[in-house]
């Protein structure tokens, strides 16, 4: 395939691990041409089909091409790709601001406006994948960073694409991976699959960033897959009391079993709880709230 066969290190001087998953490891990586900052991904391959260590070459070759095919403010983009021995290095777009699941855990949960901030960002990025056909198939808070967590206005970034696909029209696909808390009922079922499947895990996210509670996690993951499936969730008062009903709404209406009923991305950013309403109609409500007061 069409990778660089030149050695990395020629290019880029390696710096500090950012972090590391099953096959990969995300280092900090250093320009010498230019100076400037990237990360590294790493990535181990198979040396055969049949070994189990390491990624599939050709599943590589797609995450490469989807990450080719969407350049937006929201999506990480990638650079480089080089090639040696057993080892595939992606040179993406450096995030330094940490995935969105450390910045709720610090603060258990969000306000509303915060989490619309990030939301409006997610749905942006996610909006422009779909009308490509491209699913992420993955999102969840680890897979969603902050360029900077210390800026009053962060800048999403969604990033591993690792198992992402394009759906060429007509196409059935079926995928059974995924994380067991974030996946939409047809992919437990094994139903044709479509982008309705990230609109799922929007829900789930949404419902996490208002309350730091995971819908229908259970005890074990079959517990959490017979909760989907079953559509066990709930807005418990203790932390949905003060939710505004626009936002229980624009989470009832994603987590709909009916993969055809969900909203889309751009149905998404025209809800009401999102679409940010004109002046003239904050000053309408206002005044009505101030008459409802008088
Ligand atoms: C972990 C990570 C991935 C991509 N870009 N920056 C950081």
Redesign the pocket.
């Known amino acids: 395939a069409v990778f660089k066969p030149e050695n990395v290190e020629d290019f880029y001087e390696i710096g500090e691990v950012?972090?590391s998953g099953h096959f990969a490891q995300?280092r900090k990586v250093h320009e010498r041409a230019t100076g400037t900052y990237w990360?590294g991904?790493f990535l181990k391959i198979r040396k055969n089909a049949c070994s189990r260590l390491g990624l599939d070459r050709s599943r590589l070759e797609e995450e490469v091409d989807i990450l080719h095919a969407i350049q937006h403010p929201n999506i990480?983009t990638l650079k480089d790709v080089f090639e040696s021995r057993a080892e595939v290095v992606l040179v993406?777009?450096?995030?330094t601001g940490g995935e969105l699941f450390d910045f709720i855990a610090e603060k258990e949960n969000l306000l509303e406006s915060e989490a619309i901030e990030f939301m409006e960002q997610i749905l942006k990025g996610l909006g422009f994948m779909h009308s490509k056909n491209i699913v992420h198939f993955d999102l969840k808070p680890e897979n969603i960073?902050l360029s900077d967590r210390v800026a009053p206005h962060p800048n999403i970034k969604l990033?591993d694409f690792g198992l992402a696909h394009r759906f060429h029209p007509g196409e059935e696909y079926r995928s059974s991976s995924g994380t067991p808390q974030y996946i939409a009922p047809e992919v437990i079922t094994s139903d044709p699959l479509s982008t309705a499947a990230d609109m799922w895990s929007i829900g789930v996210i949404t419902f996490i960033l208002l309350s730091g509670l995971s819908p229908f996690q259970g005890d074990t993951d079959d517990e959490t897959l017979r909760n989907i499936i079953v559509m066990n969730y709930e807005f418990a008062a203790q932390y949905f009391g003060m939710t505004s009903s626009m936002a229980k709404d624009f989470i009832q209406k994603l987590l709909v079993k009916d993969p055809s009923e969900r909203m889309t991305a751009e149905e998404c950013l025209l809800h009401p709880w999102i679409k940010p309403i004109t002046r003239t109609q904050v000053a309408k409500r206002n005044r009505s709230s101030i008459n409802m007061k008088s």
């Open positions: 950012l972090g995300v990360a991904k990480v993406l777009e450096l995030v960073m990033i």
